[in-house]
């Protein structure tokens, strides 16, 4: 069972907009920075949000981040078959002294 | 073009050892760390590890600490993985990521494509 947790799946219609969270704790949430990645079918992860609410270059603004406390929420507009995918969220854990990885999502776009 | 090349697919038995590489390229090793991530079959992403090659500052997640080793060649550009004794618990995909600063939480912002490790009885 992963610290950060997720919620196992979400669906949503192409076009649509769908929000994945992302919960966890003051040792790892406060004063660390999240990030989002995708892993589509049989692909390494990539990418989409870094430092809560950034995109790398290439990313579209499809794509978004945000933290609130100890909570993290990544939204995905404009909904794509393409998008179909694994999505996890990740940070860095003081306690620990270590990062964590979420449970992930599996996004299915209906 | 930045790259992270991984070495190859691995069938072992129980109780070898193994050493898998990740070889860096299009960027200067010892300004990253270089993480390794564990997927079980079917399962989630799992953080194991992680160097900084210039001093070969390590960190390891407490799942993993004493049951894996990270260390790096920076004169040849790679990082490695290894195991002194694979279980069959060890079976996974081991992806190895780059990150610019793993302390508050840095982003992996580059993968290499995984090393399939496949342990039997």
């Known amino acids: 069972q992963s610290v950060l947790t997720q919620s196992p799946s979400v669906s949503a219609a192409p076009g649509q907009k769908v929000t994945i969270s992302c919960s966890g704790s003051s040792s790892n949430f406060e004063n660390n920075f999240v990030s989002w990645y995708q892993q589509l079918p049989g692909a390494a992860p990539k990418v989409l949000i870094y430092?809560?609410?950034k995109r790398p270059s290439g990313i579209p603004d499809r794509f978004s981040g945000s933290k609130s406390g100890t909570s993290a929420t990544l939204g995905i507009t404009g909904l794509q078959t393409g998008d179909e995918a694994d999505y996890y969220c990740?940070?860095?854990?003081?306690?620990?002294?270590?990062?964590?990885f979420g449970g992930g999502t599996k996004l299915t776009v209906l | 073009e930045v790259q992270l090349v991984q070495s190859g697919a691995e069938v072992k038995k129980a109780g070898d050892s193994l050493k898998v590489s990740c070889k860096a390229s299009?960027?200067?090793?010892?300004?990253?760390?270089i993480g390794w991530v564990r997927q079980t079959p079917g399962k989630g992403l799992e953080w194991m590890g992680i160097i900084y090659p210039r001093d070969s500052d390590t960190r390891y997640s407490p799942s993993f600490q004493g049951q894996v080793t990270i260390s790096a060649d920076t004169s040849i550009s790679t990082v490695y993985l290894q195991w002194s004794s694979l279980k069959a618990s060890d079976i996974a995909m081991y992806y190895c990521?780059?990150?610019?600063?793993?302390?508050?939480?840095?982003?992996?912002?580059?993968w290499g494509r995984g090393t399939m490790v496949t342990v039997s009885s």
């Open positions: 299009g960027f200067d090793l010892t300004n990253y760390w």
């Open positions: 430092e809560n609410n």
């Open positions: 990740g940070t860095w854990d003081s306690s620990l002294s270590a990062g964590l």
């Open positions: 990521a780059r990150s610019p600063s793993v302390i508050r939480g840095g982003a992996f912002d580059f």
